[in-house]
């Protein structure tokens, strides 16, 4: 038997090459710790495949746990030069020069030493051993202990074999004298069964663990991150349409012959005042003006009060109505009268800053004085009248007035506008052209501040009709079906022309030109149920049979899914 030395960094491919071309028929690998042969277990089944080829009996001696576990799961017979199969530390007793064990069996001429009879019987027992003599039930053979210079002794030769190659039966392998008696070795394996599995056990430890954790990561990540994305492509079809329409605001119910729509009346109005600096200096005489809250502390009768009606003070200083104002009926409640009241404006009856008093809690009425309506129509000042002078104080020219008025126009415009399209009706369109803003009063009043501003008091109403744009795509829809039935809009563009409102009448009439593309008719939310959990086989199966279909592409990730997810959170359907 022939020891082969491996260097830690010989390949498998130099260690074959040696095997073969070594003369001995068995050999013994001797591999160091942290060899290079152990990285990868194909290494050691190249050496079982090739020495086998060759007729070679091969075996493996480390003291690298690894190495000898690859060589155990390659088949190779494998072992520890110094420790027994229970891991304890193995009797040298085989571990002896060559030179010493051939003198021993060529010296016949001279006497053995009575004192060597125990390591002669031991040597027997090895021989016997080596030829297939040991005997099945010896447990345990004695050896001198090892001295201190076989220790450290040159690395052991191997000993041929002394059994007879022509004795019939089956050849035991050699073992080399670094290694455990074969019959030790059985012995042991009968008493401690168990301890021989622990290798195997540590392989398939560290191959199946592995192999596990990774089986359940690529199941997890299928399972809780998976996603399937469904792309689905159809023929489409170009459509033109062309049609005048009226939308009526006192129909209630669409009339697609007549291509008559169901239309809605919007108004709002809107007032403001606005200050200007004016920009001329004269020689004025102004009367105060300001607003009085007027009471009906009299009947439940309502009561007309003209324009120029007199309400003087308590030290007899008159102001006049500016306006007509009907003050509403008192609340008769038990049989005691609740006042009523509204508010008017009211101006100095003469100029000057005397005027401008207030707040005042009562004003008379003198008109009704000697009546029984005196003392229970009165007037109150909750705020002072202002405006009263005679001097000299900015005041407005023309100019001054007329871009006022524009001005405070531009701004109800605007407001009215943006406050329209701010909170313009859901579900209704309105088209540019059908709505208008009417200035319905521009109001200059020429009294400036005390900074020498005038104020010009603006009113102004919003109108639009509209039509609800559901009715026109129900319109629409019911046309284009006539020619492509189950078919739905992909692409709409309507183009509106020759708008024209009637705000009295609640008309309004313009013409459309519409330029789609249709497709059929599909809901991604149905077929994505349909699709939960099945197979991809099975999917493109549903997609094949889908009418007018164009192509269509199934994607999963990871890429080993072989099913579209359970949850619909995970499934994408794109309609292209």
């Known amino acids: 038997m022939k020891k082969i030395l491996v260097d830690r960094n ?71 030069p110094l420790l027994r199969n229970d891991g304890r530390l193995q009797p040298l007793m085989d571990i002896r020069s ?79 004298e670094s290694t455990s008696l074969k019959p030790r070795e059985q012995e042991r394996d009968e008493e401690e069964p168990g301890r021989r599995r622990f290798p195997k056990l540590k392989l398939v430890l560290w191959i199946g663990i592995p192999v596990v954790v990774f089986g359940a990561t690529i199941w997890a990540v299928g399972a809780f991150f998976g996603h399937a994305t469904i792309t ?43 200050l200007f600096v004016a920009s001329d200096n004269r020689d004025v005489s102004q009367k105060a003006a300001g607003r009085i809250t007027i009471y009906n502390a009299y009947s439940s009768a309502p009561q007309t009060l003209v324009a120029t009606t007199r309400f003087t003070t308590s030290d007899g200083k008159i102001f006049r109505l500016t306006d007509q104002v009907i003050v509403p009926g008192a609340e008769i409640k038990d049989g005691k009268i609740i006042p009523a009241s509204i508010e008017g404006s009211i101006v100095a ?10 707040p005042l809690d ?19 000042l909750s705020k002072p009248t202002t405006g009263g002078f005679i001097g000299k104080k900015p005041v407005p020219n023309a100019k001054d007035v007329a871009a006022a008025k524009t001005k405070t126009a531009d701004v109800l415009t605007s407001n009215l506008s943006n406050a329209f399209l701010n909170n313009r009706p859901i579900g209704f369109k309105i088209l540019d052209g059908a709505s208008e803003i009417k200035i319905v009063k521009l ?94 086989d099975e999917t493109r199966s549903l997609i094949a049979v889908l009418p007018e279909l164009g192509n269509a592409k199934v994607s999963l990730w990871p890429f080993w899914l072989g099913s579209v997810p359970k949850d619909p959170a995970r499934v994408e359907i794109v309609v292209n």
């Open 98 to 176: 060559r030179k010493k064990t051939v003198k021993t069996k060529t010296e016949t001429t001279e006497p053995q030493p009575e004192k060597n009879t125990q390591e002669q019987a031991s040597l027997k027992k090895k021989e016997k051993v080596k030829n297939g003599e040991g005997v099945k039930n010896q447990v345990t053979v004695s050896a001198p202990p090892i001295t201190a210079p076989a220790i450290t002794a040159p690395p052991p030769k191997l000993i041929s074999s002394v059994s007879p190659r022509e004795e019939p039966g089956p050849r035991p392998v050699p073992v080399p």
């Open 362 to 380: 009562r004003l008379e009425i003198p008109g009704f004085k000697g009546t029984a309506r005196y003392g229970k129509f009165y007037g109150e």
């Open 349 to 358: 009856d003469k100029p000057g800053p005397d005027y401008n008093v207030g």
């Open 232 to 274: 689905i492509s159809f023929k489409k079809t170009p459509w033109l349409y062309e049609n005048n329409f009226l939308v009526d605001t006192a129909t209630v119910k669409m009339v697609p012959e007549k291509a008559l729509l169901p239309g809605e009346l919007f108004t709002q109005q809107k007032n403001m005042t606005q």
């Open 443 to 536: 109001t200059v009043n020429e009294n400036t501040d005390a900074k020498g501003n005038f104020s010009v008091f603006g009113e102004a109403t919003f109108r639009a009709i509209g039509f609800r744009e559901s009715d026109m795509q129900l319109f629409l829809g019911a046309s284009a079906t006539k020619d492509n039935p189950n078919s739905i809009f992909e692409e709409l563009n309507p183009d509106y022309a020759n708008i024209k409102p009637d705000f009295e009448k609640g008309h309004l009439s313009f013409s459309l030109k519409v330029n789609a593309v249709l497709r059929p008719a599909f809901s991604d939310t149905e077929f994505k149920n349909r699709v939960l959990g099945r197979g991809v």
């Open 10 to 80: 010989e390949t498998p491919v130099s260690v074959v090459e040696r095997i073969i071309a070594d003369q001995d028929t068995d050999i013994v690998l001797v591999i160091p710790k942290n060899s290079v042969l152990k990285e990868s277990m194909a290494n050691f089944n190249l050496i079982r495949r090739e020495a086998a080829g060759a007729q070679k009996n091969v075996s493996v001696e480390s003291v690298d746990e690894d190495v000898l576990a690859l060589a155990k799961a390659a088949k190779l017979e494998s072992g520890h």
